[in-house]
């Protein structure tokens, strides 16, 4: 969804379908991310995000601060909060991707769940944000 705009640009919108063939790939990896910082956080008032810029990396969105966005853009992302209630956790994976003067919620049901897709891995969480990152800035480019 972009902000603030209704004209598309394809130039600037290419890292949208770059970030959807990276979820593709790394599905297993970012449904066992999210379900050990979810465990991390021990709340469900924060939402797995990433920040395109400067540089890919993953960030922790808190609820009021989307509510704040969806103020601020006259309640545009309305739908993306609604998606976030009704976010099953033990079921369903949900990031919110924040770009140029833009917004794209990535919401997927992972197979295996993500709990056993944590349980599958046998990186920690640390090292796990770390391959993630060096992937995205590999595929992701605002460019």
């Known amino acids: ?9 394809t130039g600037k919108e290419k ?7 990276f979820v ?3 599905e297993k990896q970012l449904a066992a991310l999210a379900w050990g910082l979810q465990q ?6 924060n939402t797995l995000g990433i920040d395109l810029k400067p540089k890919p990396h ?3 969105c808190s609820r009021e601060a989307i509510e ?8 545009q992302i309305q739908e993306i909060l609604g998606l976030i209630d009704g976010y099953k956790l033990e079921q ?18 992972p197979e295996p769940s993500p709990p056993a897709c944590f349980q599958e891995v046998t990186e920690d969480i640390d090292t ?5 990152e060096e992937r995205l800035v590999q595929s992701v480019s605002l460019n």
């Open 24 to 26: 593709r790939e790394n």
């Open 1 to 9: 969804m972009r902000l603030g705009s209704n004209q598309l640009n």
């Open 40 to 45: 991390e956080w021990g709340d469900l008032d």
């Open 128 to 132: 796990l944000i770390s391959i993630l």
């Open 92 to 109: 369903e994976v949900s990031i919110v991707v924040i770009g140029d003067g833009q917004i794209k919620l990535i919401h997927f049901q």
């Open 15 to 21: 890292w949208r379908s770059q970030l959807d063939r």
């Open 68 to 75: 704040e966005l969806n103020r601020n853009t006259n309640g």
């Open 58 to 60: 993953f960030v922790a």
